[in-house]
């Protein structure tokens, strides 16, 4: 019997347990790792490794048709946009539908790892452990590491109100009574703010540009229900970006309209923003926009381009960092966000390295990362092969091309994909390299050398 290469796979959120899954069932030998005493990571409130951004308040946004794993539906009884609570719930019933738990370290973290000039990794774990893998799948999350505005605004270094971020927000009682300004366009922001016109004395949202506010529904179904004409993969974007456009000023109308900013692009060409209730709060006045902030100057104000106001609360909703903490920065490491790799997933210098999940759909992350699960399963067992080198890289030079024409500039664009065409041309992929693994005999990319014993003095 042909022996396997061994894998370690950091992180056992949504996208770790839809690998480990797929490892699992196709015989992969692998130990996951995962910080916290559970699995979920994001959608654990409260959770006890540190890194969940989830607030009281939290329900998802993308659909839970869109959200589920596609051999495992969300109950019933689900709503479309269900809680927080009910998605960590799902997660862990998933791990237990496939019996996989015993192959997660919980309460293990992964301190450091690296590549011995055999190609083996060390992996040290913050227990104190060190082991030995073929391979490293990385699926440690990219919503928890806080980015900061950049630069920081004057004033912020001495101003007495309080600055708190996205990630900080738990519940409403660190908004309650309180004049909050809430700086940003996305999710969080939108989220918060509604959240702060129910408990807050005062609202402003602040922001450096508008943004397409989607509505939850259209009709009586999901906006991001693949049937509807704009969401539909099989037509080019420009088409349905038309579309997109249309239903924008059918269902929400112009974004001037309740006082925000106009989008300085067009509809879709930004990460998705989703809310049902914001303009709702705008129209009845609980919140104000206004532009970005330009300073912090004194003991309660908070200045824009435009005017002052008073306030007791900043709550930067500027976005996360993509961060690698186990790896030497030389290594791998995502400046700026910014990291090449093929479809989001191989390193194209190191065939025993991947990543799940780093990337932002325009539709949930879930059935993409079970996708690469079962994508990374076939690579590790020969049954898929990669392209060759200079393929590769024309492809992610191609890729990288497409995002810079398609998205606004912007440290939360480095990683957009389109739900369905990401999966539509990973089966392509995957078909196209199973014939490249067949010519080559299905030899294993990855050797499996990590089981054999270091000399005692090595
Ligand atoms: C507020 C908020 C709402 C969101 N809503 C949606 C939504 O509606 N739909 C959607 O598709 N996406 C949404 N997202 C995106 C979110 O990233 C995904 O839903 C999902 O959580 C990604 O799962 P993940 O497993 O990749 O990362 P995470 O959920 O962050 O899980 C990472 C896991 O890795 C573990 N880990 C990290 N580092 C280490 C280490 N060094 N050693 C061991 N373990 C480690 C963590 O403990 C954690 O369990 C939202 C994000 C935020 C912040
Ligand atoms: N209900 C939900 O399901 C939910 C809730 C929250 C978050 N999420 C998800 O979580 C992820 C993170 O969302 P997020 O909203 O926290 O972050 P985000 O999508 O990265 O948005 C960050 C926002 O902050 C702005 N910003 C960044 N730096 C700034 C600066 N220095 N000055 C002024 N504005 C600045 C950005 O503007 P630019 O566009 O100009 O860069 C953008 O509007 C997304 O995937 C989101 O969909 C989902």
């Known amino acids: 019997m042909i022996e396997l290469p ?8 949504s996208s770790g347990i839809a690998v480990a899954k797929a490892l699992h069932e196709r015989g992969v030998p692998f130990d996951c790792f995962e910080k916290s005493d559970r699995v979920g990571g ?52 998933y791990v237990d539908h496939f019996g996989f738990r015993d192959k997660i370290r919980f309460e293990t973290g992964v301190e450091h790892v690296e590549r011995g000039d055999d190609g083996v990794y060390t992996l ?53 009574g309180k004049r909050v300004v809430v700086l940003g366009m996305g999710n969080s922001a939108m989220d918060i703010a509604v959240d702060a ?75 998705p923003t989703i809310s049902g209730r914001i303009l709702d709060r705008l129209a009845h006045g609980a919140i104000k926009p206004k532009p970005n902030i330009a300073r912090l100057p004194s003991a309660n104000s908070t200045s824009f381009s435009c005017s002052r106001v008073e306030a007791d609360l900043v709550v930067y909703c500027t976005g996360y960092k993509i961060s690698f903490p186990f790896f030497d920065e030389d290594f791998i ?7 090449e790799l093929f479809r989001r997933v191989f390193h194209p210098d190191l065939s025993d390295v991947a990543f799940i999940a780093l990337l932002q759909p325009l539709g949930a992350i879930m059935p993409l990362a079970e996708a690469q699960g079962q994508w990374l ?28 024409k398609r998205y606004v500039a912007s440290k939360r664009h480095t990683i957009q994909v389109d739900f369905d065409e990401y999966l539509l041309e990973l089966d392509k992929e995957r078909k196209a390299g199973a014939e490249r693994a067949r010519l080559a005999g299905f030899a294993l990319p990855v050797p499996a050398r990590a089981r054999v014993e270091q000399p005692a003095n090595a």
């Open 6 to 13: 061994t894998v370690a796979l950091i992180g056992a959120g």
């Open 42 to 93: 994001n959608w654990v409130f409260g959770n006890r490794n540190e890194m969940s951004s989830a607030y009281k308040s939290l329900h998802i946004n993308t659909s839970r048709k869109r959200m589920e794993y596609a051999d495992f539906p969300m109950p019933t009884d689900y709503p479309d946009f269900p809680h927080n609570s009910q998605i960590a719930a799902y997660f862990d019933s």
């Open 124 to 176: 040290r774990t913050d227990t104190g452990e060190t082991h030995r893998y073929d391979a490293v799948l990385v699926a440690n999350g990219h919503h928890w590491d806080m980015r900061w505005p950049e630069p920081a605004f004057p004033g912020s270094d001495t101003t007495k109100i309080e600055q708190i971020h996205a990630h900080q927000y738990k519940d409403e009682a660190q908004l309650d």
């Open 197 to 271: 016109s129910y408990h807050s004395s005062e609202v402003y949202l602040a922001a450096r540009r508008g943004a397409w506010i989607f509505p939850k529904y259209v009709g009586s179904k999901p906006v991001d229900r693949a049937d509807q004409l704009f969401a539909n993969p099989r037509i080019p974007f420009k088409i349905r970006q038309r579309a997109l456009g249309l239903m924008m000023r059918q269902t929400v109308g112009k974004m001037e309209d309740y006082g925000l900013p106009k989008p300085d692009h067009r509809v879709g060409e930004a990460h």
């Open 333 to 339: 490491s995502a400046p700026g966000n910014h990291i």
């Open 377 to 404: 399963a076939s690579y590790l067992r020969g049954e898929y092969r990669l392209p060759a080198k200079g393929e590769l890289v024309d492809d992610i030079r191609r890729d990288q091309e497409y995002l810079r």
